[in-house]
């Protein structure tokens, strides 16, 4: 992972050392904490919360590393390396970002690591080029400062699995209306002390009824999208087990009245086979977003959603790498790796720019 990001970085320093103004840099170092350069930071976090399809929303955390590009005939770009940590809001809880607060430590935190370009255009921002992935803090750093802590456990553990499908069937019991179906393992841990799992889950509402569903499988989800979140913890007692679960059911979202949806089965939540980075998301920037050409993706509301089924066999956690299904915007062409943007020189680089170490800027929370 981290020669990964060398080479990255490798290679936008091949970027600029090839830029074709042979007079010095054509960037400008920043410092990292500089108003604008997180105003810029933030954008990108917003973007990544508003491409995510999988797992939970991320807070900036801190600045890695930024350059500001002068760009032709107008704007610069923010060249960012960003790092993230998981919160606990899910990507289809509408509670605002602001109020979300980031895994702690002990719950075994997850950090984000962003490569972002944010152009500033007459005050506007937009995101043209964007890459992240995540990973779990070890488990040597959970242990040191909690030791009874339980992991992140695989989404195919068989406490998990059993876990989940007890706590749903008791949600359900407890509904006896809507039957509501798994769409996604968010989040499990093993817990040592007590014996016990904790699972964080998403459900869907379908067309079937709680008391009669007999093969779940056969439940198709509502046209009308309407996801819950939910909690869970499975104690092993000596006697048995004993599950508790809470879900937080949101609203529906409707349907984008350009979607068909009078043909049979809204096959696309069915269809879709275990594939766990979903379809292309809409930009939702595109007003409607009528053209949707691919069928597991909706536009929502604020948020797009895209839905398979189950949920990656062995992982412990939704890697951004394919939660975070970033659009391609109009300037970034395909969305591949967009070189260094055109630069003019920067008025005032060379002569200026002594000594202070700029970056990385400030830990927002903790550093993992
Ligand atoms: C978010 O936090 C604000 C301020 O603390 C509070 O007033 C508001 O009710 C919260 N909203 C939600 C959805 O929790
Ligand atoms: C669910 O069942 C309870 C008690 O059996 C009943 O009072 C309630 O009206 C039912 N709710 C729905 C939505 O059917
Ligand atoms: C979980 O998935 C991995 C990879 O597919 C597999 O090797 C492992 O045996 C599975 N574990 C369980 C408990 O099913």
Same mark, same amino acid.
């Given at each position: ?263 049979? $089965? /809204? *096959? =696309?939540? #069915? +269809?879709? &086979? %275990?594939?766990? !980075? @979903? $379809? /292309? *998301? =809409?930009? #939702? +920037?595109? &007003? %409607?977003?009528? !053209? @949707? ?12 959603? @895209? ?62």
């Amino acid at each position: 992972m981290k020669s990964l990001v060398l080479l990255l970085c490798l290679a936008q320093l091949w970027g600029c050392q090839s830029a074709p103004h042979g007079t010095g840099q054509g960037f400008k170092e920043v410092a990292c904490d500089d108003p604008e350069v997180e105003r810029a930071a933030l954008v990108a976090v917003n973007y990544l919360n508003q491409h995510l399809l999988h797992g939970f929303r991320h807070l900036l955390n801190r600045i890695d590393k930024v350059k500001v590009w002068f760009r032709r005939p107008l704007g610069v770009v923010y060249e960012l390396e960003l790092d993230t940590l998981e919160t606990t809001c899910h990507v289809l809880d509408p509670t605002p970002l602001a109020n979300c607060s980031v895994r702690q430590l002990t719950e075994h935190a997850v950090e984000g690591d962003c490569d972002f370009h944010v152009l500033e255009q007459d005050g506007q921002f937009t995101v043209l080029y964007s890459q992240c992935h995540s990973n779990p803090d070890s488990a040597e750093d959970v242990r040191k400062v909690c030791p009874t802590c339980g992991l992140l456990t695989p989404f195919n553990d068989t406490n998990v699995v059993h876990t989940v499908k007890a706590a749903l069937d008791a949600f359900n019991a407890q509904n006896n209306g809507t039957y509501f179906k798994l769409v996604e393992i968010s989040r499990a841990q093993n817990v040592p002390l007590p014996v016990s799992t904790l699972v964080e889950f998403v459900v869907a509402a379908t067309d079937c009824t709680a008391q009669e569903v007999t093969d779940p499988a056969k439940c198709n989800l509502l046209a009308e999208k309407q996801y819950g979140f939910c909690k869970a913890n499975l104690v092993h007692k000596l006697g048995g087990e004993e599950v508790s679960v809470a879900c937080k059911v949101f609203q529906k979202q409707p349907q984008p009245a350009s979607v068909n949806t009078a043909g049979p $089965a /809204p *096959a =696309v939540d #069915q +269809a879709a &086979p %275990a594939v766990d !980075q @979903a $379809a /292309p *998301a =809409v930009d #939702q +920037a595109a &007003p %409607a977003g009528p !053209q @949707a050409d691919s069928p597991a993706s909706l536009v929502v509301g604020p948020m797009v959603v @895209a839905v398979p089924p189950g949920p990656p066999a062995h992982r412990t956690h939704h890697d951004l790498r394919h939660a975070f299904s970033p659009v391609a915007s109009v300037e970034s062409a395909s969305g591949e790796v967009v070189g260094p943007p055109k630069v003019v020189q920067p008025g005032s680089t060379g002569a200026a720019s002594p000594v202070v170490p700029l970056c990385p800027g400030r830990v927002r929370h903790f550093k993992i």
